[in-house]
């Protein structure tokens, strides 16, 4: 009989902890003014041309918000959505702070404006990451390509236009000092070199292998000594010399 009772006492002692834990944890979550794990801090890393405070005030993180309750995939998608940003991720980090890790575009080339002379920088993607090019000399210059907007967020609307910039950075750009591109008529893409050179590279479908083709040229002979190289014709290069 005595044993029946301590089991019993036992089970009970059980439920009551087991509510208290429960009520404890709805607490921690539910009562702002509690304060056990409430955001105090923003630990942002990963940036360079976009701050940490124009990053804190993209997530609409607010000071004492319970941590459990800051949705993170919304931090993430409020915070990717700034031009500069390519990735980010968020996390919390208890007991009062949210980390955010972004990795930026990297600027792939410039572009003129029709007002006052001005110019845009377009970062990876053909996204246009800031107005103005204070990198300009560094960057190739892109012309022609139409944009969804001129304004910070805009983006090239011919994806191709910017796989074949990027192609170029990453195969032939740094060695023959490509410093412009011309894409006016997408059947007829020119590359221009620092040293006068003009590049005829044909329509963009096939960009992708012909800046491969160029890229072993650039490898073999002195481009330098060539005015113009004709890659439009398959699986032949015309060289003129000056």
């Not at 479908?205 to 650039?218: G, I, N, T």
Request: some cysteine; hydrophobic content about 45%; proline content about 3%.
């Amino acid at each position: 009989m005595k044993e029946g009772k301590t089991g019993r006492r036992a089970v009970s002692c059980t439920i009551v902890v087991g509510g208290v834990l429960i009520s404890a944890a709805a607490i921690a979550l539910y009562t702002p003014w509690l304060g056990l794990f409430d955001l105090r801090e923003i630990i942002v890393s990963g940036n360079r041309h976009v701050s940490a405070e124009a990053i804190g005030r993209a997530a609409d993180l607010h000071r004492g918000h319970p941590l459990m309750r800051v949705s993170l995939s919304a931090v993430v998608a409020r915070v990717g959505a700034l031009p500069w940003i390519k990735h980010a991720a968020a996390r919390r980090v208890f007991p009062h702070a949210i980390r955010i890790v972004v990795r930026e575009r990297l600027p792939i080339a410039w572009l003129r404006t029709d007002e006052d002379r001005g110019c845009l920088t377009l970062g990876e993607g053909g996204v246009v990451v800031t107005e103005g090019c204070e990198s300009r000399d560094a960057l190739v210059e892109l012309r022609g390509g139409h944009l969804s907007s001129p304004a910070p967020g805009g983006r090239l609307l011919d994806e191709r236009i910017a796989n074949l910039v990027e192609t170029l950075t990453e195969n032939a750009l740094s060695t023959m000092h490509i410093v412009r591109v011309d894409v006016s008529d997408p059947s007829s893409i020119a590359l221009n070199a620092e040293s006068g050179l003009r590049v005829l590279l044909g329509e963009i479908e096939l960009h992708a292998r012909r800046v491969r083709e160029l890229a072993a040229l650039s490898r073999t002979i002195d481009l330098g000594a060539y005015r113009l190289i004709d890659l439009r014709l398959e699986g032949e290069a015309i060289l003129v010399t000056w």
